[in-house]
């Protein structure tokens, strides 16, 4: 996996644009790769700053005095014609070098660029069953929250029925007992009439010391009970983050109720048909279609019972990290020193050498093109001497 990837969708995450798919490969990522976290744990804290920060209105004085100013640059007249005849080489220059340029420039960091693989449990499966039955996101508007809680706003296009909603959230914890957080957000769970969804976890190789006790554990709660249980599991560690989304299914579950009354009726309607039919083949080809109403009128029974369970028990997906104390141990800093500063002279050699290589060779595929500015150049400059 791209290292600079998973940086990139860190900064997305902070914005609330990850697909589903995309915080799955993140929080996979962020399992095995320290620096990541690192790097999202002070994200989270700059953001929670800079939402502290007041904004500023420039008062009327400044405004008026910046006005005059402008009105008196506008004013002024300057003679740019001295000017044209270098802006045009100029900017035939950068046409037709920018291309080379951002080839020689991709090529080279290109094989310099070192890739991080890592592999994690995957805790953030979207919303089950029902949802994935031909609901589609764009139904819905809203997004995920870092830094604290953000819900999501339903569409403001499709009917507003309260009791058709489905609630979902997202928590990432850090905690000194990672076996015993995780048991108590279990047992918390069943006590308030839930259950555990999916859960694992790994734990710290301590031969290796290369990976921390970290899991996912996924439950599902009464939805009176959502906000209540999402305020207590972040009592159990040092809180990440944590973000609550809602669905409003109101639109799609009239379509299907209403399809699926209408498919009733069809039903009815082929019942009786079959009754009256006195020949074979009209029976036949009425018991065929009796058998699509049948299927179709199976299909969306299943799709509005899964909808039920989703609107009466909310899903709740926790990530569990145990923050390691600098007091528990010892680490030197100076392992494996010779082994490091032999693979950084080399990989810096190396670069150098790649460097020194392609230059060489964007020199003489830019000799045709310098040849061209030159002609160029020296009939500009002729016709402007005779002028």
């Known amino acids: 996996m791209d290292h600079e990837k998973y940086q990139e969708l860190l900064s997305r995450d902070m914005d609330n644009d990850l697909t589903e798919e995309e915080k799955k490969e993140l929080q996979a990522h962020l399992k095995e790769c320290e620096n990541c976290r690192n790097d999202q744990a002070e994200l989270i804290k700059i953001k929670g700053k800079l939402s502290l920060m007041e904004e500023l209105e420039p008062g009327s004085e400044w405004k008026s005095r910046t006005a005059k100013e402008i009105r008196k640059e506008k004013i002024k007249k300057m003679s740019f014609r001295k000017f044209i005849p270098y802006a045009a080489g100029l900017l035939i220059l950068i046409l037709i070098a920018m291309p080379v340029l951002t080839s020689l420039l991709f090529t080279i960091t290109g094989r310099s660029t070192s890739n991080d693989n890592g592999v994690a449990p995957d805790y953030s499966e979207g919303v089950q069953d029902g949802s994935s039955g031909g609901v589609k996101d764009e139904d819905t508007g809203g997004g995920t929250g870092t830094d604290g809680k953000t819900t999501d706003v339903t569409g403001s296009d499709a009917?507003?029925?309260?009791?058709?909603?489905?609630y979902s959230g997202n928590i990432s914890l850090y905690t000194e007992d990672y076996k015993g957080t995780f048991s108590k957000i279990e047992?918390?769970?069943i006590t308030i009439g839930g259950f555990v969804q999916a859960a694992s976890s790994s734990y710290i190789d301590k031969v290796e010391n290369s990976?921390?006790?970290?899991?996912?554990i996924t439950i599902r709660v009464p939805a009176a009970k959502f906000n209540e249980a999402m305020k207590e599991i972040e009592k159990y560690g040092e809180a990440i983050s944590s973000s609550t989304n809602s669905t409003n299914i109101s639109q799609q579950y009239q379509d299907i109720k209403g399809q699926l009354e209408s498919l009733t009726i069809q039903e009815e309607r082929l019942l009786?048909?079959?009754t009256k039919a006195d020949k074979i083949q009209d029976m036949l080809s009425i018991e065929s279609e009796l058998n699509r109403v049948r299927t179709e009128k199976d299909y969306r029974t299943t799709l509005i019972n899964n909808w039920d369970k989703e609107i009466s028990y909310s899903?709740?997906?926790v990530a569990v990290y145990e923050k390691e104390l600098s007091t528990n141990t010892v680490k030197s800093p100076f392992s494996d020193m010779l082994q490091k500063i032999k693979e950084g002279f080399i990989g810096s050699i190396n670069f150098l050498l790649n460097v020194i290589a392609e230059l060489i060779v964007w020199i003489f595929k830019l000799l045709p093109f310098a040849v061209i500015l030159g002609v160029a150049y020296f009939i500009l400059n002729k016709y402007r001497n005779k002028k």
Not at 159 to 166: E, G, L, M, T
Not at 211 to 216: P, T, W
């Open 211 to 216: 990976v921390i006790n970290s899991g996912y």
């Open 315 to 317: 899903t709740i997906y």
């Open 187 to 189: 047992k918390y769970a």
């Open 159 to 166: 009917p507003f029925d309260i009791s058709k909603i489905i």
């Open 272 to 274: 009786e048909y079959l």
